[in-house]
C-alpha cells in the first residue's frame, strides 16, 4: 500500500489543522493506521493509532484531548485533527501501516513522505 501525507502548514499556538493521509489499493481496512511525528534533532515518535475498524484507538500522552484520529475505509483515508496546536507540536508528521494497534513504529510496514507541521508562538 502506498500513502500520501497532507495538510501540514505553519499555524499560530492554539490554532487547528487536520492532517489526512490517503491510501492506494483495496487493502486500507486491513491495517491498523498511525501517526508518528519527528523534530528536528529527535527521535520518531508515535503520536496516535487507529484499528481496522475504527473502534479503538490509542494516543500518546502529548496528544490526549488535542488530537483526534479517525479513519474512513470507503475513501482510504485516515485524518489526525489537532486542536489547541503549541510550539512543541512542529515536526514533521508521517502516517504508516501495519498489523497491530501498537505505539512502535517498527511494527508498521508502510510509511507515507510526511507532512511538515510548524507551529508558531
Known amino acids: 500500500v502506498q500513502l500520501q501525507a497532507s495538510g501540514g502548514g505553519l499555524i499560530q499556538a492554539g490554532g487547528s489543522l487536520r492532517l489526512s493521509c490517503a491510501a492506494s489499493g483495496r487493502t486500507f481496512s486491513i491495517y491498523v493506521m498511525g501517526w508518528f511525528r519527528q523534530a528536528p534533532g529527535k527521535e520518531r515518535e508515535f503520536v496516535a493509532a487507529?484499528?481496522?475498524?475504527?473502534?479503538?484507538?490509542n494516543y500518546a500522552d502529548s496528544a490526549k484531548g488535542r488530537f483526534t484520529i479517525s479513519r474512513v475505509n470507503a475513501k482510504n483515508t485516515v485524518y489526525l485533527q489537532m486542536n489547541s496546536l503549541k510550539p512543541e507540536d512542529t515536526a514533521v508528521y508521517y502516517c504508516?501501516?501495519?498489523?497491530?494497534?501498537?505505539?512502535?513504529?517498527?511494527?508498521?510496514?508502510?510509511w507515507g513522505q510526511g507532512t511538515q507541521v510548524t507551529v508558531s508562538s
Open positions: 504508516a501501516a501495519g498489523p497491530r494497534l501498537t505505539m512502535f513504529s517498527d511494527e508498521y510496514y508502510y
Open positions: 487507529i484499528s481496522r475498524s475504527g473502534g479503538s484507538t
